[in-house]
C-alpha cells in the first residue's frame, strides 16, 4: 500500500485565493520531503526540499513566499501556494525517502486549477 | 556532474512484443540508479534500482534492467509488453538523499 498520502488528490481555487497541499508519510518518520512541480507530459522539476524542524531550501527561481513549506512533524509536510494564478495551475508531487540515500516514495499529486 | 538522458520521448510497442527504454547516465560518483513508472494523474512508483550489487536488476511487473558502466547506460526492458504497460517511465540518477536528478522521461504506448 501507499506510504506517502497527498491530500487532496485535486483541488480547483479561484485566483488569489491560497491552498494548502498536505503530504504525510504513513509508516515511517520522513526528516526530509521534496515537493516537485510537473507540466503535461514533462519530467518533475524540483521545487523545494522540505526539512523537518527547519526552513526548506528551494530551488533557483522558486518563490519562496509564493510556495510557503511547512515540516512541522516527521510524518508531515504541507505545500501553500499563496494568491494563486491561473499560472500556477500544475500538477504538484511530493516524495519522501524511507532512510537517507533510498528510494523515493511518491505522493499520489495534487492537480491544482486556478481559475 | 550528474545528468541523465533519455533517449527516447515516445516508444510505441505492440503487445506481447519486447519492450526497451533507454537510459544514459553520467555522475562523480557511484550512484544509484532507479526506473519509476508514472501512469495518468498519479504518483511515481519504483519499478527498480540498481544500487551497486547485481549489474542485471530485476523489478515488478516483469521490468528489468541491466547496469553498464562501460556505457553509462541502465536501460530497462521486458520481454513482453501487456496493454496496462502503458504510462510514463523516468529513469532516476541518485547521489545521497539530495542529489536525485529525473530524466525527461519516455512514453511507452502499447499497440493491440
Known amino acids: 500500500g501507499a506510504v506517502v498520502s497527498q491530500h487532496p488528490s485535486w483541488v480547483i481555487c479561484k485566483s488569489g485565493t491560497s491552498v494548502k497541499i498536505e503530504c504525510r508519510s504513513l509508516?515511517?518518520?520522513?526528516?526530509?520531503m521534496f515537493w516537485y512541480r510537473q507540466f503535461p507530459k514533462q519530467s518533475l522539476m524540483l521545487m523545494a526540499t522540505?526539512?523537518?524542524?527547519?526552513?526548506?531550501?528551494?530551488e533557483q527561481g522558486v518563490e519562496k513566499d509564493k510556495f510557503l513549506i511547512n515540516h512541522a512533524s516527521l510524518t508531515l509536510s504541507t505545500l501553500t501556494v499563496t494568491s494563486a494564478h491561473p499560472e500556477d495551475s500544475s500538477f504538484y508531487i511530493c516524495?519522501?525517502?524511507?532512510?537517507?540515500?533510498?528510494?523515493?516514495?511518491f505522493g499520489n499529486g495534487t492537480r491544482l486549477t486556478v481559475t | 556532474a550528474q545528468s541523465v538522458t533519455q533517449l527516447d520521448s515516445h516508444v510505441s510497442v505492440s503487445e506481447g512484443t519486447p519492450v526497451l527504454l533507454r537510459c544514459n547516465y553520467s555522475s562523480s560518483y557511484s550512484p544509484s540508479l532507479f526506473w519509476y513508472v508514472q501512469h495518468p494523474n498519479k504518483g511515481l512508483q519504483l519499478l527498480l534500482k540498481?544500487?551497486?550489487?547485481?549489474?542485471l536488476v530485476k523489478g515488478i511487473n516483469g521490468f528489468e534492467a541491466e547496469f553498464k558502466k562501460s556505457e553509462t547506460s541502465f536501460h530497462l526492458t521486458k520481454p513482453s509488453a501487456h496493454m496496462s504497460d502503458a504510462a510514463e517511465y523516468f529513469c532516476v540518477v541518485q547521489e545521497g538523499a539530495s542529489k536525485i536528478i529525473f530524466g525527461s522521461g519516455t512514453r511507452l504506448s502499447i499497440r493491440p
Open positions: 540498481y544500487t551497486s550489487a547485481a549489474t
Open positions: 516524495s519522501a525517502p524511507r532512510e537517507y540515500n533510498s528510494p523515493l516514495h
Open positions: 509508516d515511517f518518520q520522513a526528516t526530509t
Open positions: 522540505s526539512n523537518e524542524g527547519s526552513k526548506a531550501t528551494y
